[in-house]
C-alpha cells in the first residue's frame, strides 16, 4: 500500500459521507480518470475511484475529486501527500476542501455554470453537494457502483414536479469501456427549507405542523405514483420479504448485540406480511425528513439512491411503498429527539400528531396498512446498526422503539387491512 493511499484511508475516516468509519477499510486499488482540466492548469482536477476491501471480505467504491498542485506551489485545502503523474511529482489536495480546485472543476465540466460562485452545502451527508450560485446545485455522488446511479436515473424519468430538475450530469469512464455517473447538477428549489430543520423547529417551539405533514404525505403519494408509471410495477411472495428482514435482523445483532433480546419478538412484526402477494415497484428506499425540502412550490423530495448500507443491486430493487412510509414514520420519531424534552407529553403527542397527518396525506387513513408495522421495524433494525457505527450518542432513539414496539406499546396495533 503506497503512503497516499493510507492517508486517504485516514481522511476517508473524518468525512461525512463515507459509510465504512471503524470497519477497517483498506483502499486497495485507486482508478485515475482522465483530467477535467488542461495539462498545464494549476490546480489541476480530476477524478479517481477508490476501491476499498473490508475485513469481512466485501468491497466499496468511492469516488475522489482530487486536486493536484506542483510541490513548490501553494495547496490550500487539505493535503493528502504527494503522487507521481505525467509532468512528476505533484501535491495531492481534496479538491472539495479547495475553492480554487471546485471553481476550476465546475468551469471544466459543467461550463454553462462557470460563471456562478461555487461553495460546499454543508448539509449533505452522504454525498457533496455543491452550490451554483441561488439557482443550481452539482451533487457529487461519493459511494459508486459501475453504471447509472440510482438519483439520476429517478430524476430524470420523473422530471420534476415534486422533485428537483436535472440540468447537468457527470459521467466517467469506469470501469474502462462503462459509462458510471459520478455526478448530476440540478436545480436549487426556491425558497427551500431543508425538511429535518422545519420539523425540529416545530417541535421545539411546539408549534402545529399537521397541514405540513399532511401535504408531505401527499407529495409522497405524487411520488410514488409517478415512480409505477414510470418504472412499472412487480409482485414480490410476502415470505420472501419476511425472510429477508429476518436475515438483516440476524445480521444487525452481530453488529449491535443490544438487539438480540428483542429478536423473537421482532420477527412476529415480520410474519405479519407472510401469506400476502406484495405489489411493489420503485421506490425512494431512504425517505426521511431530511431527503426533503420545503420551497415556495411546497414539498421536494430528494436524493433517490436508498439507504447508504445497501448495495446498488438492493438498492435498485423494487419495494413496497411502504418502505418509504415507514421511513418517514421513523423520521418524525427521531424529531423528538431535538426536544428539550424527548419524552415529555408535549415531544410525542407532536410526533403522533405529525405522524397521523403524514399517513392522512398519503392514504386516508391514521393507520396506513397491516404492513406498515414490519417495514418500521426494519427501518428500525437498520437505524440501530446505521447508529452504532456512525452516531453513538443517537443509538437510543430506535432503541427506544424497538422497546416499545416489542413490549406491544406502539402506535401500530389496531390497523386496517389496507395495502
Same mark, same amino acid.
Given at each position: ?34 483530467? *477535467? /482540466? #488542461? ?14 476491501? +473490508? ?10 475529486? =482530487?486536486?493536484? *498542485? ?22 495531492? %489536495?481534496?479538491? /472539495? ?8 472543476? %465546475? ?18 451527508? $452522504?454525498?457533496? /453537494? ?7 446545485? +452539482? @451533487? ?21 414536479? $415534486? !422533485?428537483?430538475? !436535472? ?34 423547529? $416545530?417541535? =421545539? ?27 412499472? &410495477? ?9 425472510? /429477508? ?22 420477527? @412476529? ?13 420503485? !421506490? ?33 430493487? +423494487? ?31 407532536? #410526533?403522533? #400528531? ?14 396506513? $396498512? ?5 417495514? !418500521?421495524?426494519?427501518?428500525?433494525? +437498520? ?17 427506544? #422503539? ?11 396495533? &389496531? ?5
Amino acid at each position: 500500500m503506497s503512503t497516499l493511499d493510507g492517508a486517504w484511508e485516514r481522511h476517508l475516516e473524518t468525512v461525512r459521507w463515507f459509510g465504512g468509519k471503524g470497519a477497517g477499510a483498506r483502499v486497495q486499488r485507486r482508478d485515475v480518470l482522465p483530467a *477535467y /482540466t #488542461a495539462p498545464d492548469a494549476v490546480p489541476a482536477v480530476r477524478s479517481e475511484v477508490a476501491t476499498l476491501a +473490508y475485513p469481512d471480505g466485501h468491497a466499496e467504491h468511492y469516488h475522489l475529486l =482530487v486536486a493536484h *498542485y506542483p510541490l513548490d506551489a501553494d495547496a490550500p485545502g487539505t493535503v493528502l501527500g504527494t503522487d507521481e503523474v505525467a509532468g512528476g511529482s505533484v501535491r495531492v %489536495v481534496d479538491a /472539495t476542501t479547495d475553492p480554487d480546485a471546485l471553481a476550476a472543476f %465546475v468551469a471544466a465540466t459543467q461550463p454553462a455554470f462557470a460563471d456562478q460562485p461555487v461553495a460546499v452545502w454543508a448539509g449533505e451527508q $452522504s454525498n457533496t /453537494t455543491l452550490t451554483l450560485g441561488g439557482t443550481d446545485l +452539482y @451533487k457529487l455522488f461519493r459511494r459508486i457502483e459501475p453504471g447509472p446511479n440510482l438519483d439520476a436515473e429517478v430524476l430524470i424519468a420523473l422530471g420534476g414536479g $415534486s !422533485v428537483p430538475e !436535472v440540468r447537468g450530469r457527470l459521467v466517467g469512464d469506469w470501469p474502462a469501456g462503462q459509462r458510471t455517473d459520478l455526478g448530476v447538477v440540478i436545480e436549487r428549489v426556491p425558497g427551500a427549507t431543508d425538511g429535518w430543520e422545519l420539523a425540529t423547529a $416545530s417541535c =421545539v417551539a411546539g408549534e402545529d405542523f399537521t397541514d405540513r405533514a399532511r401535504a408531505l404525505g401527499e407529495a409522497l403519494r405524487e411520488v410514488h405514483t409517478a415512480l409505477a408509471d414510470a418504472f412499472g &410495477t412487480r409482485t414480490r411472495a410476502g415470505d420472501e420479504v419476511a425472510d /429477508t428482514m429476518g436475515v438483516r435482523l440476524g445480521a444487525a445483532i452481530t453488529a449491535a448485540p443490544d438487539l438480540a433480546a428483542h429478536a423473537d419478538a421482532l420477527r @412476529k412484526a415480520f410474519d405479519v406480511l407472510r401469506g400476502r402477494e406484495l405489489t411493489t415497484q420503485r !421506490v425512494h428506499g431512504d425517505f426521511h425528513l431530511g431527503q426533503t425540502l420545503a420551497g415556495e412550490r411546497g414539498w421536494t423530495i430528494i436524493d433517490f439512491e436508498g439507504e447508504p448500507a445497501k448495495t446498488a443491486a438492493e438498492r435498485r430493487e +423494487y419495494d413496497s411503498p411502504w418502505r418509504d412510509v415507514a421511513g418517514m414514520v421513523r423520521s418524525f420519531d427521531y424529531v423528538r429527539s431535538a426536544h428539550p424534552e424527548p419524552d415529555s407529553d408535549a415531544a410525542t403527542n407532536w #410526533a403522533d #400528531a405529525a405522524r397521523e397527518a403524514f399517513l392522512i396525506g398519503y392514504c386516508g387513513t391514521t393507520t396506513g $396498512s397491516t404492513l406498515l408495522p414490519g417495514y !418500521v421495524i426494519d427501518k428500525a433494525v +437498520y437505524e440501530v446498526v446505521y447508529e452504532t457505527r456512525n452516531r453513538p450518542d443517537w443509538v437510543g432513539i430506535p432503541m427506544r #422503539a424497538i422497546r416499545a414496539a416489542t413490549q406491544g406499546d406502539h402506535p401500530y396495533t &389496531t390497523l386496517t387491512e389496507k395495502e
